[in-house]
């Protein structure tokens, strides 16, 4: 199910503005992969090419290749909704449905794709809560709106919308920056599990986070305000921390930064 | 510059400090709170006295009724007996604009989201300004477009629409015509569709971008985004829009008057020309009315004035119900 995910030179824009530059690395299934780097150096932007989410923006394009397994994503024959729902998306932000009822955010996707019948809705809506780790505490009130939960409950609801689909790819854009410790860490151990079946990436700007997560990480730099974000490094986690190759990786970690 | 610092703070904290229970009372607060209050307080006013005026000046009419008020269809309050009813009156004017919105909602709502989420950027400036530009054109004019133009039209129309949807029960009757309650209904729906495509794309502009990108982000095609984040968001200003559309179109006077044939009776074939309204039956017959017609048009315009009201108080209870999930 899950795929690895292949980039080459890839650029991205946004009207006249180049937001990333000359990016390649290899994404690989069943792991998890941490995107690090100072602010304004193009991680959401990365991330965001990588669903085809960054044309949604007016005046947004992408140059270069994103290969799914054998498929390229940016080919012309490729529909970007078919992309979305194999590669599922969880922001920055929670954002479940505000209209909709916890249940009804986790059906959403899956009424999309067309899954049909009450009963089949039911297990699949359980089996995604109970991945997202919240059936325990939603299970009594499902019908109730999903915007009544705490931020770290919505941010799990949508982790939970998220996977209800079984997409191949589960990128993640700072999914914990709104939360308390313990929301983190319950996150951070549902990406330990979930990594068993998806292929997950994971933008966070606490290293400990990515140290504690992730088993390749990646370094984004920016050489100025205004020139496009690069990617320095990638490498294993332990590598990256303990023992990077480039110098500016080791000063970003360190703290030694500029 | 350091040695500089010690002295600010030093001076900062000789200021002055406000008591705390003059926190709330600074005088610019105190008017604008006094100045909005006495708005309100206005409109109750204005709200009060025109309900005064038009039950004092109904007063006499009804009391010289020799039919019921509520039920009879017939208008003749200057007869030997007096008789009139308010029945054909109340049909006619809900059937019309009821009409109305049912043709302009659709319609406003689809150029509302042709011009936020489909058009390009250009296309959809120029449209926004073209469908503003109606909610400009005076009523008299879409009177007489739909006297000397539609009604034409619409002659032949209705005998299509009666010949082969007749057993649509309000399509159905023997005769067919062009001043009718359908076409009345149609030169309301124009009238009313500006003001309902404008605020629902107000309403569609609003839509939190996390929404849009939250339902793009799952696999929604444009349409499924609108359906499952935009409508959504916008149904209580859907039904506000369409609340005010109602409320414009069942009082539009000169229009409805021009285009309609009045004749007495309530008669479901809208197909057929005659209907009448509360508003184009003052326009009709206030001039020509002796005194107790003219008060018994008070009384008819005082019952529209409720009804307006009562629309606009289901249009809350409608907003206030979605409350929980919004
Ligand atoms: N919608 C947009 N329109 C124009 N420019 C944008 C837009 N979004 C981002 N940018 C620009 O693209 C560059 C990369 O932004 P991006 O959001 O990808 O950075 P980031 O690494 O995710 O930063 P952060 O860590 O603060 O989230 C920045 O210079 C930013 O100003
Ligand atoms: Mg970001």
Redesign the pocket.
């Known amino acids: 199910m899950a795929k690895r995910i292949e980039v080459s030179g890839l650029h991205a824009y ?1 009207g006249g ?1 180049h ?1 990333i530059e000359d990016i390649s690395m290899t994404i690989e299934p069943r792991s998890v992969t941490a995107f690090i ?1 100072p ?7 990365f991330l965001r090419t990588l669903n085809r989410m960054h044309e949604v ?1 007016p005046g947004a394009r992408v140059e270069g290749k994103v290969m799914l397994d054998d498929e390229d994503l940016y080919d012309s024959s490729v529909d970007p909704v078919a992309v979305r729902r194999v590669v599922g998306m969880v922001f920055q932000r929670p954002n479940p449905f505000p209209t909709m009822s916890i249940y009804d955010n986790v059906a959403a996707g899956l009424k999309l794709n067309g899954v049909r019948g009450k009963r089949r809705l039911d297990e699949i809506v359980e089996e995604s809560l109970r991945g997202a780790n919240l059936w325990n505490e939603v299970k009594d009130r499902l019908g109730k709106p999903g915007a009544g939960l705490s931020g770290g409950q919505q941010q799990r609801l949508c982790i939970a919308r998220a996977i209800a689909v079984q997409p191949q790819v589960l990128l993640m854009d ?1 999914p914990c920056s709104a939360l308390d410790p313990i929301s983190t860490l319950a996150i951070e151990d549902l990406i330990g599990k979930l990594k068993s079946q998806y292929t997950i990436v994971i ?1 966070t ?1 606490n290293m400990q986070q990515a140290a504690r997560v992730s088993d390749r990480t990646a370094f ?1 730099n920016i050489a100025g305000t205004g020139k496009p ?1 690069k990617l320095i490094e990638i490498d294993d986690t332990s590598k990256i921390f303990t023992n990077p190759e480039q110098k500016g990786t080791e000063d970003y970690i360190t703290g030694r930064f500029g | 510059m350091t040695s500089e610092t010690p002295a600010a703070l030093a001076k900062a904290a000789e200021r002055p400090r406000p008591a705390l229970s003059m926190s709330t009372g600074r005088a610019g607060d105190r008017i604008f709170a006094g100045l909005s209050r006495g708005s309100g307080l206005v409109i109750l006013a204005i709200m009060a006295a025109i309900a005064v005026f038009l039950v004092w000046k109904a007063i006499p009419a009804l009391q010289d009724d020799k039919a019921n008020f509520l039920t009879s269809q017939e208008w003749n309050p200057d007869g030997a007996p007096a008789k009139f009813g308010i029945a054909q009156l109340v049909f006619g004017t809900l059937m019309t604009s009821v009409l109305a919105l049912v043709m302009a909602v659709p319609v406003a709502v689809g150029i509302a989201l042709f011009i936020t989420y489909y058009a390009p950027r250009r296309l959809a400036g120029v449209m926004a300004y073209l469908v503003d530009l109606l909610a400009a054109v005076p009523s008299i004019v879409y009177g007489l477009w739909g006297l000397n133009f539609l009604v034409t039209k619409m002659t032949g129309v209705s005998g299509f629409l009666n010949s082969y949807f007749g057993w649509i029960p309000l399509f159905g009757g023997s005769e067919t015509g062009g001043r009718t309650i359908l076409t009345a209904a149609i030169v309301l729906a124009i009238m009313i569709l500006p003001i309902i495509s404008a605020i629902t794309r107000e309403v569609f502009v609003q839509v939190p971008h996390a929404h849009v990108e939250a339902a793009l982000a799952l696999g929604a095609t444009r349409w499924e985004m609108i359906r499952m984040s935009v409508l959504p968001f916008g149904r209580s200003g859907m039904v506000s829009a369409a609340m005010l559309g109602l409320g414009r179109a069942l009082g539009e006077t000169i229009a409805v008057a021009m285009v309609l044939s009045t004749t007495a009776g309530i008669d479901w074939h809208i197909l057929k020309d005659g209907g009448n309204t509360f508003a184009a039956n003052i326009a009709n017959t206030f001039a020509m009315s002796g005194p107790t017609g003219r008060s018994a048009l008070i009384a008819s315009g005082l019952v529209l004035f409720v009804i307006t009201l009562l629309v606009n108080v289901g249009a809350r209870a409608v907003v206030a119900r979605r409350k929980e999930f919004s």
């Open positions: 946004y503005t937001a780097g602010s304004g150096c193009g991680k959401s932007t923006i700072e933008v700007h984004f974000g």
